[in-house]
Structures are given as structure tokens and as C-alpha cells.
């Protein structure tokens, strides 16, 4: 339709051309085109849809495992088996952690920079469009229009006139007025605004990037095991304590489960903050922080006791790791008083061992800080068993479950929520309040005048029948035509 379009600007004398740009001025207009362009935003919406689907194929490292040696090293191992000799690779690119990698994350800038240059491009011709819109159109423009009517209006001109814009303000319709046409050319828009809704949108993406790449890179996520009767010193806050009254797990008939239930009570510098019971998708909240309920498991209490009887630890030990055959599930415990790694194995779930029977467990203490250090000792004990190492005394007081907390600061939520109210908000702007356009042109007619109707853009079954119901509002309906594929004559 552009080329039915008149063009009002009046041919003035001609002005010298613009100076030439330096090159240093041309390199930030060159990267401005590049970001705006539709093809570098589909081609950065391609490389971060291939980014995500690496992130879905290939297994992520949880939370917490990367600032844990042992378990990092086992879950590298465990991913060795699937992947053989392009686990280092992938480990290397940031595979395992894609979504905090440094290509996800400058991919994310990318887009959002793409977006504020296609947004920043594209206002200045919502701005005209919606303040200064294009009033006088060809004759071309009638006979090419996605919908064109026409209705006669017996009388003059100004009657003709007068029946226009009374229908169409009646319909909520802006009239602007052709000031060269003495009143037989017009212009008629309603919702100026709604394409407005497209920018709000685009700004919302960014709002949302934004929010991911700072919980990204400021928020903190950690896996902590605790036995069920022990409290863990938290690292995301000091004077921060958790402790875990009881954990109960629930099961259909079927054997599939049915709830897992942690009562957790939470202590800011000794004072209880939060008592409450977690499940899988209701976490413990205190000020920015989560509490999730993520993993359970089995656990040992274990009671040790220095030479001087100094109680060191009276607490359970979770078995949150494995062996690296698989066999045995395995607790580790740091002693720095006596300079002891402690560890405890039981047979793994679903796994036997003869030389241990089920309640059993086989006590392994190593000396701290040694690459490939020997054992001190290896026993074999059983419930309410006591041993002596150097005068340090082990007890083996009974099994008992653990629980995994995941805890998590998110303070990119904000943004997130936010992002999320404007892309909402935008949407329904977009497609609830569309911005319809109608250009009106009046024309003799016999004893009296053509209102002559058109609109730029398609109408579906609704807007037919408003359309319909305009021609009707002003005059006679004489001519309807939709893309000129369809003919209605009375």
C-alpha cells in the first residue's frame, strides 16, 4: 500500500548533502543496524534455543556439588560412564552448568541488546504513526484496500460529512481531519495506543534477562544434608542454623511416592525464626531466603568423643555419597580437633554385601589432609557398638534417615515478576486493543454524496460486522469488498 500513499512533503530548494561520517562515528550506527536487524535476533533466538536444548540433553551439575570436591569428583565420574573421553571437553565448555556458562550468558546479553535496539528502532514510528498519522491517500489506495464500503448520503456535502464522523465517533474512533480537503478526506483511528503494547513486551524480555542473569550471577544455591535430630551451621548467612526435627516419607499402595515431609526449624543467631513442615513444592521462607525440600535418604548417629571426653560430635552423618563401584552408600564427616576424616559405608539401596548385615555399618577413619592417606582404622560395627582409636571413642548408636535442603537466594525474583506484570500487560494491548485505521473520503453522488470507507488491515469475523454496521451508521450501504475477493452490491 505504500505506493498509494501521496507524499505531502513539498519540494523545497535543494540543500547540500550531509557532511560524511568518520569511521569511528560509523562503527557504533554499524553495530546498532547489526543488533536491530531481524536476522541477527533469529539467529540469536536459534543459538540460544541450541544452547537450552544442550541444557535439557546433557545432565546439569545440582546444586552445591561443584563447591563439594567429593561429590563433584563422583558426579564427574558417573558422567564419564555416559560420556567417555568428551566428559573433560564438556566439563571444560561449561557443558554441565550451561545455564550459568559464559556462553549462555553472553548470548543472553546479545538478545537483550538486540531487543532494546529493535524496540529503540521501532518507537519513533509507533510515535508517528499514533501522533502524526498519514491523512491523505490516493485514489490507488481505495481500490487496493484489505476492506473498502462505501454508503450513499442524500444532501450536501457537509451533511455527508456530518453523518461520517458522527458514525465513527460513535464507535470510539479519533477523527483527524484532512485540512486541505474542506472536509471530503478523513481520517479515523481508534486504540492509537495499543501498538504501544509491542514495545512493553520487548521491554519485559529484557526485564526478565536481566532478573535471570542476576540470579545467575548473585544468587546462591547450595545442597545441604542433614540427619533427622542434627542441626547444620548454614553458609549463606552467619549465625544461620537448621535444624531437622523428624522426616517421614509416604508411598501409594503401588510403591510410587506419595509426600515427603521435613520439619525443619530455622535459628538467627539462636533465635527461632521459622518452625515449620517443607514438602517438595512448599519451601520454608525467611526474608530472601528458600529452604526446598530436594533429597532424603539414609543416615548413622554416631557419637565421638575426644580423650579428655570431650563430646566432638553427637550428631547423625548423612550417606549422601557412593562408592565409586556403586556398592556402598557413603558418609563423610571433617574432625579437625583430632585431625580425622571419619567415614561410614553401608550397602548401598538395593544392593547386598555379606560381609555386612542390614543395621550394619563399617567405620573408616583417615588422617586429614593427605592426598592418598592409609586408614587408621577399618571396622565393622553394629548398633550401639562402642571402638577406641587412639583414645578417641567412636559409638555407633543407631540408623536413621537424613533430608537434603537446597538453599537458595534469588534476588532476581523482582525483576522476574515484574518482567512478567509488563509482558502480561503489553500482550493485552497488543491483541485486546489492536489499533484499527480507517481512511473517508466523500464524493458526489447523483442528489447526493459517497462516503467512501477503507481500512488497511484485514478484519476478521467481528470486524466485518462493525465495519458492516458503519456503513450502515452513515447512509445507505451501497459497495462492500474484502481484498477484492469478495463483492457485495446492493
Known amino acids: 500500500m505504500a505506493q498509494d500513499v501521496v507524499d505531502r512533503t513539498s519540494a523545497g530548494p535543494q540543500t547540500p548533502a550531509p557532511p560524511s561520517r568518520s569511521v569511528w562515528a560509523e562503527i557504533p550506527l554499524a553495530i546498532y543496524r547489526f543488533l536491530h536487524s531481524k536476522v541477527t535476533g533469529l539467529v540469536i533466538l536459534l543459538v540460544m534455543a541450541f544452547l537450552a536444548l544442550l541444557g535439557t540433553v546433557i545432565p546439569q551439575i545440582p546444586a552445591g556439588v561443584r563447591e563439594d570436591p567429593e561429590r563433584y569428583g563422583e558426579w564427574i565420574a558417573q558422567a564419564r560412564e555416559r560420556f567417555g573421553g568428551l566428559t573433560d571437553l564438556f566439563n571444560s565448555l561449561g557443558l554441565f552448568s550451561i545455564y550459568s556458562s559464559v556462553w549462555f550468558v553472553s548470548i543472553s546479553v546479545l538478545l537483550t541488546l538486540s531487543i532494546i535496539a529493535c524496540t529503540t528502532h521501532r518507537l519513533p514510528q509507533l510515535w508517528k504513526r499514533a501522533t502524526q498519522p498519514n491523512v491523505r491517500v490516493s485514489e490507488g489506495f481505495f481500490r487496493h484496500a484489505a476492506a473498502?464500503?462505501?454508503?450513499?448520503v442524500p444532501g450536501d456535502t457537509e451533511a455527508a460529512y456530518a453523518?461520517?464522523?458522527s458514525a465513527v465517533k460513535a464507535r470510539g474512533f479519533r477523527v483527524v481531519d484532512d485540512e486541505g480537503s474542506t472536509h471530503t478526506s478523513l481520517y479515523a483511528d481508534r486504540f492509537r495506543w495499543g501498538p504501544f503494547g509491542t514495545a512493553a513486551a520487548h521491554a519485559a524480555f529484557v526485564v526478565i534477562?536481566?532478573?535471570?542473569?542476576?540470579?545467575?550471577?548473585?544468587?546462591?544455591?547450595?545442597?545441604?544434608?542433614?540427619?533427622?535430630?542434627?542441626?547444620?551451621?548454614?553458609?549463606?548467612?552467619?549465625?544461620l542454623t537448621l535444624e531437622v526435627v523428624s522426616f517421614s516419607d509416604t508411598y501409594n499402595p503401588d510403591g510410587s511416592p506419595l509426600d515427603y515431609v521435613s520439619h525443619l526449624i530455622l535459628r538467627d543467631g539462636g533465635e527461632v525464626v521459622a518452625d515449620q513442615e517443607i514438602r517438595v513444592n512448599t519451601p520454608l521462607r525467611y526474608e530472601d531466603i528458600r529452604f526446598h525440600q530436594t533429597h532424603f535418604g539414609a543416615a548413622v548417629a554416631l557419637t565421638i568423643t575426644d580423650p579428655n571426653g570431650t563430646l566432638l560430635w553427637d550428631q547423625g552423618i548423612p550417606l549422601d555419597y557412593s562408592s565409586s563401584n556403586g556398592q556402598y552408600a557413603v558418609g563423610i564427616i571433617e574432625i579437625a580437633e583430632l585431625g580425622y576424616e571419619v567415614r561410614a559405608y553401608t550397602p548401598a539401596s538395593g544392593r547386598t554385601d555379606g560381609s555386612m548385615a542390614p543395621g550394619e555399618m563399617t567405620l573408616v577413619v583417615?588422617?586429614?589432609?593427605q592426598t592418598e592417606p592409609e586408614p587408621i582404622v577399618e571396622e565393622l560395627m553394629v548398633p550401639g557398638e562402642t571402638i577406641g582409636v587412639g583414645g578417641t571413642t567412636f559409638a555407633f548408636e543407631r540408623e536413621t534417615k537424613f533430608t537434603g535442603i537446597t538453599v537458595a537466594t534469588d534476588p532476581g525474583v523482582p525483576w522476574i515478576w515484574t518482567g512478567s506484570a509488563l509482558l502480561v500487560l503489553g500482550m493485552c494491548c497488543t491483541f485486546g486493543f489492536r489499533h484499527r485505521r480507517l481512511?473517508?473520503?466523500?464524493?458526489?453522488?447523483?442528489?447526493?454524496?459517497?462516503?467512501?470507507?477503507?481500512?488497511?488491515?484485514?478484519?476478521?469475523?467481528m470486524q466485518e460486522r462493525q465495519f458492516r454496521g458503519l456503513l450502515t451508521a452513515v447512509g445507505e450501504p451501497r459497495e462492500f469488498a474484502l481484498k477484492r475477493t469478495e463483492m457485495d452490491r446492493d
Open 148 to 152: 473498502y464500503g462505501s454508503s450513499y
Open 163 to 165: 453523518a461520517a464522523v
Open 209 to 239: 534477562i536481566v532478573g535471570m542473569l542476576i540470579t545467575s550471577l548473585a544468587g546462591y544455591e547450595s545442597y545441604v544434608p542433614i540427619a533427622v535430630g542434627s542441626t547444620a551451621e548454614l553458609e549463606v548467612r552467619e549465625d
Open 366 to 369: 583417615f588422617p586429614l589432609g
Open 439 to 461: 481512511w473517508l473520503r466523500i464524493t458526489p453522488e447523483g442528489e447526493g454524496h459517497l462516503v467512501r470507507v477503507a481500512a488497511v488491515d484485514r478484519l476478521d469475523p
